[in-house]
C-alpha cells in the first residue's frame, strides 16, 4: 500500500515538474510558503537519522536502505530498521515443552 502511494506521488511530480530540479527545489524550498519549508526540512532530518542509526547498528543495512529508497520511497529505511530490530529481539519458542 505505501509503494502505491509512493508510487502515485513520484507520478504527481514528474508530471508537474518533469526533471527540471530548479523549478522542484523552488516549489519545496525556495519559493514555499513557512509550512512547506519546515515539511522539507522535518521529513529530510527524519530521514537521515534513520538512515545514520542504521549504518552505526549495521553498514549493510543501511547501504540496503539508500539503495531502496527510490524505489520503495524513504519507508525502506524504515522496513530495513524494523528487519534490525526484528533480528536483535529474542522472540520465545512457540514449541511448548514435552513433560515426561
Request: some cysteine; charged content about 15%.
Amino acid at each position: 500500500v505505501t509503494f502505491v502511494a509512493y508510487a502515485y506521488a513520484v507520478f504527481i511530480v514528474y508530471s508537474t515538474y518533469g526533471l527540471n530540479l530548479a523549478v522542484l527545489w523552488k516549489a519545496i524550498w525556495t519559493d514555499a510558503n513557512a509550512s512547506v519549508a519546515f515539511m522539507t526540512i522535518d521529513t529530510l532530518v527524519l530521514y537521515l537519522s534513520i538512515c545514520i542509526y542504521i549504518a552505526f547498528r549495521d553498514l549493510t543495512a543501511a547501504i540496503k536502505a539508500l539503495v531502496l529508497t527510490p524505489l520503495m520511497g524513504p519507508g525502506a529505511a524504515c522496513l530495513v530498521m524494523a528487519e534490525i530490530e526484528e533480528s536483535t529481539v529474542l522472540v520465545p519458542s512457540t514449541e511448548t515443552k514435552k513433560t515426561e
